[in-house]
């Protein structure tokens, strides 16, 4: 496993829209197990593949309950809403209040090719749509109502 470079805002390639994973291979397999060592390293609850510069639809989250590989995600379901501070290992050291859903269903594929679907709220169902965000070229600076605050480290998501 290897720590992959954070591409951050203002790189073009956070932009573009990511290509959907055909089959799971070695080489993806290595991709998702250094985007997760990349998420644990810089602290963040997700990370997607644009991030570390590859066009993949592929996203990990963990909100603290272990990791969760998705490969080619799609949000079939988004109930209500919730308004909270959003930050993005791609914008350091900053954070903005962004409205989300508050729950979500997700379709998926993990790192073995097996499918799921996941019921998402709270942080959870926010660091889906992030991520999932991230797959399109969007970003959640985009959606940040007040604008942008600095943090510390610690208050990082
Ligand atoms: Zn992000």
Redesign the pocket.
């Known amino acids: 496993m290897a720590i992959r470079n954070v591409r951050l805002e203002g790189d073009p390639i956070l932009r573009k829209k990511s290509k959907e994973v055909k089959e799971i291979t070695p080489k993806i397999r290595v991709l998702i197990d250094d985007m997760l060592e990349t998420m644990y390293e810089k602290d963040?609850v997700?990370?997607?593949a644009p991030?570390v510069g590859i066009l993949k639809r592929i996203v990990v989250i963990d909100v603290g309950d272990g990791p969760i590989v998705m490969v080619n995600p799609r949000i079939v379901r988004e109930e209500g809403t919730q308004t909270g501070d959003e930050?993005?290992?791609?914008?350091p050291g900053k954070a903005g209040q962004v409205t989300r859903p508050n729950d979500v269903t997700v379709r998926f594929m993990d790192e073995n090719g097996e499918h799921y679907e996941l019921d998402g709220t709270e942080l959870l169902a926010r660091a889906i749509c992030?991520?999932c965000?991230?797959l399109e070229g969007k970003?959640?600076v985009d959606l940040v109502e007040g604008g942008l605050h600095e943090v510390t480290a610690e208050e990082e998501e």
């Open positions: 963040g997700g990370l997607a991030q930050g993005c290992i791609s914008v992030h991520e965000d991230h970003l959640y």
